[in-house]
Structures are given as C-alpha cells and as structure tokens.
C-alpha cells in the first residue's frame, strides 16, 4: 500500500468493506480519496449518495396490531434505518458508503481514537442506525451457529474490552506475537457478535487501531471475502459454551501485521 496518510486508510477502507461485501466504483473510492484529503466534507460525501435513494412516499395504512420485532421496519425483514429507504439494495449501498466514509475519517488518527467497540461502532453507523454504538437485545445467529447469548453479553464484552486495553500496551511484541493477540481478541469478538449488524466492519476497525497503539500497521488487502468468512466459521466452538479458536484467525493475520 501507498505510504500516503489518505491512500493508505482509503486503500485500508476499501480492503475491510470488500471483505464485507461491498464492490466499489472507481467513483466511491475518489470520493473517499477526498474525504481523506478533507478536500470533500463528509455531509456532503454521503449526501450525494444519499439523493440516489430518495424515501419511498409514506401511504397510511390500516394498523395490524402485532407484537413489534426489534430493529425491523414493520411487515418486514429489513433494519429500521435512518434514511427512511425500504429496499435492501438502497439500505445496503447506503450503508456501505456511509461506513466507509467514516472509517476514513477514524484512520485519519488511529492511534488516538477510542478503544472501545461501541464508540467504534457509534462512529461508523450513527448515520445509519438509530441504535448504533448499542449491544444488541435479541438473540443471533447465522445458519448453525450461535452467537453469544444477550444475558452474557455485558460481562464477555467487559472481558473483550480489558483485552484490547492490554494489547495497546504491546509495543514491545515482535510481528508474529502480535497476529497470535490480536487473532484471539477477534476470535473471541467475533463469537459474541455484539450488534445486530456491523460486527465486521466494528471488528475489523478494532484490529487496524490496536495495531497502530503497538507501533504497526494491518494490510488487509489480499485478504478475500472467502478467506475471512472461513476463518470466521472455522474459529466458531462446536458448542455455545465451548471455546473459540484463534488459528484460522491467525493464519490470515500473520500475513497482514507489518
């Protein structure tokens, strides 16, 4: 990667959205190379974006009472959201482009941003979501496995918390000793699953700034969507009490601390 400050948390931004799902345009990645320079407010980044999306015209309708579902709009399987959208695609590109021009933002100074998943996480879907930077309240999973139970998740999350704080200390720890901490703080994060949506890109936020507190830094880019998806599934325990593995982690990560 570039060693310019802006082409790096572009190029940064750009590799952990992809691992997400996303598949830019040479327009999104300009535009994040100007948020990056300063040369282009972020208001006015996401608001552009934003106009492609207009929300749908409000109809009244006849009201069903029925026990409201968390975080979905009504009738739907779709996250309530702050840009009034209704389709998955406008959530998603919206989405997207709202993480990403924030993540640029926080890599702009990552050895001083908080480390905490929910300021994080506040600081990447504030735009997004109404409860961003908040653990979840309903349980999660995704096919077969199980995601750290909503009664645990306070007490795991202080725990995931008291690790990160330790490992910014670590800028005595060589390369390879770094991957290994920094893969079991992920696994074990990545177990929990604390929000509703954004857990990835939260994570992964995470990882790029405990790098920086020990004096390096994470290139992400030749890591795929496939890898890390097996990685994720992989380090899963067979059951919700049993343990995480840190190695298939790993094995990506050593090749990314520089």
Sequence with gaps: MSGDPASHAVATTVAVHRIEGWRPTDDHVDALGAVARGDLPFADFLATHRA????????RRRIRWRRPAPYLIPGTTLLR??????????????EFVASAGRMVGWLGTPATGELDVRAMHR???ADVYGWAGRYRVVELRRGRQAFGSVSSLEDRMAAVHRAAHELADGGHLDAPRLAYELARWYAEYNQIHPFREGNGRT????????????????DLTAITREQWYAAAIDSMPLRRDGRVSHRPFLYLLNRAVR
């Design 52 to 59: 492609r999306h207009p929300p749908p015209a409000v109809h």
């Design 81 to 94: 959201n702050e840009f009034g959208v209704t389709t998955a695609e406008a959530l998603a590109d919206l």
């Design 123 to 125: 600081h990447l879907f």
């Design 203 to 218: 994570g992964a936020l995470m990882l790029l700034s405990l790098a920086a507190r020990c004096g390096r830094r994470l």
